[in-house]
């Protein structure tokens, strides 16, 4: 069964960074998409970054735009999410996905199969 490790999660305050990781070990060949979306309570599910690992292209969500960076390092099997300039708006729990298709709708939580268990950021102001 594929299963995607996120790790990285933790406190910050506000105008701090964070580095989340995502473990695809044992599945990165298979996989074309890998994702990060997060879930804020009371929210629904957003997309906040992918990768497109064949073509290397990178998609942000319009409120993380040049503040997080999404990118592979694939020595590792690991798909990492650089958070910068965090604000207590960033707080939720984030999620990885994958899949082997490539996604059409990057930001459409339906369009992966494999999802990860989640990552706690807290950002306090």
């Known amino acids: 069964q594929v299963r995607l490790v996120e790790s990285g999660g933790d406190s910050a305050q506000a105008g701090g960074s964070l580095t989340l990781s995502c473990s695809t070990a044992?599945?990165?060949?298979?996989?074309?998409?890998v994702a990060w979306f997060r879930q804020a309570p009371g929210k629904g599910r957003e997309g906040v970054a992918a990768?497109?690992?064949?073509?290397?292209?990178?998609h942000y969500a319009d409120s993380v735009k040049d503040r997080f960076f999404i990118s592979q390092d694939a020595a590792k099997d690991l798909v990492i999410l650089q958070m910068n300039g965090l604000s207590p708006d960033d707080t939720a729990m984030y999620y990885c996905?994958?899949?082997?298709?490539?996604?059409?709708?990057?930001?459409?939580?339906?369009?992966?199969?494999?999802w990860g268990q989640g990552t706690q950021v807290t950002v306090s102001s």
């Open positions: 996905a994958a899949d082997s298709a490539i996604a059409t709708t990057w930001q459409r939580a339906e369009e992966y199969r494999h």
């Open positions: 044992g599945y990165t060949h298979t996989f074309n998409t």
């Open positions: 990768i497109y690992l064949g073509y290397r292209t990178t």
